[in-house]
């Protein structure tokens, strides 16, 4: 972090090899969000809330940082430098984590269907299905189409276009993840409706929580392309970081559309 540049061996080939510090940065930035977040939750009343929350603050901030480096440092600093193909490895990457973030939420929805054995609905619910679930959904369902919409433009060698629905895929994600922090303000303070408020609560903030942590992971990832395409990298052939980027972003569209259904709108009707 002292402006050193990084270290760099080549490999076969040419090929550049970084010896790169923002992988422990993410790191260092996800271990102190991961331990202030379970101090907020087992500390019960021995430990103050406030410090830890900001500490889990800090983390992430520091972990969005240092995937944002490592993103600019992996593909936007050497694009030009390389001409070879990485397309199978970064797409087989990205579906292989997809499917382990299959059995992620799938985790949270089984604790869901357990909380769901038992009488519902385990006290008070708040006002769930409401306008703003409802307007958060259409503009990440929209977004999807958007980003879908870029990459149509760029295959079709409109870069202008390209960049155009891309910048917008970009703030429909920060109008997501706004419009999520503000449900969340809603419930807490207007409707007392808190993660410490049941079984219910704790399912339902952390499914949402999750996801609300990939969106934002993925509005990084789609900030990096949108930075990419600004300097002119993407073309028809090379255009693998828009593929896996949307594929990611495809992912967590269906993930909000299950978890509204099952969470959202099952838990009143059910």
Do not use: C, K
Not at 75 to 98: E, H, P
Not at 143 to 151: K, M, Q
Not at 227 to 253: I, K, N, P, S
């Amino acid at each position: 972090m002292d402006g050193t540049p990084d270290v760099a061996t080549h490999g076969e080939g040419g090929q550049t090899h970084h010896a790169s510090r923002w992988p422990i940065v993410a790191a260092v930035g996800a271990a102190t969000l991961y331990g202030g977040g379970g101090l907020v939750l087992a500390g019960g009343s021995l430990l103050p809330r406030l410090p830890l929350l900001g500490l889990a603050g800090v983390g992430v901030v520091v972990l969005f940082v240092g995937l944002a480096g490592w993103a600019y440092e992996a593909f936007v600093a050497d694009y030009w430098a390389t001409q070879a193909d990485r397309s199978r490895i970064y797409m087989g990457g990205m579906i292989l984590f997809l499917v382990s973030d299959v059995a992620t939420f799938a985790a949270g929805f089984v604790y869901y269907a357990f909380v769901r054995v038992g009488s519902w609905p385990p006290g008070e619910l708040p006002p769930l299905v409401g306008s703003l679930v409802l307007a958060n959904t259409l503009v990440l369902v929209v977004s999807s189409g958007t980003i879908h919409l870029a990459h149509g433009a760029l295959e079709a060698g409109r870069r202008r276009r390209f960049v155009r629905w891309l910048a917008v895929t970009v703030g429909l994600g920060v109008v997501f993840v706004a419009g999520q922090i503000y449900e969340y303000y809603e419930f807490v303070v207007h409707e007392e409706f808190a993660l410490s408020s049941g079984v219910f609560a704790s399912a339902f903030f952390g499914l949402t929580g999750l996801h609300g942590l990939h969106v934002t992971l993925g509005v990084v990832m789609l900030g990096t392309v949108l930075v990419r395409a600004l300097q002119g990298q993407f073309v028809e052939g090379r255009d693998t970081g828009v593929r896996t980027v949307a594929l990611y972003w495809h992912f967590v569209d269906v993930v909000w559309v299950f978890l509204v259904a099952v969470l959202y709108v099952g838990a009143v009707v059910g």
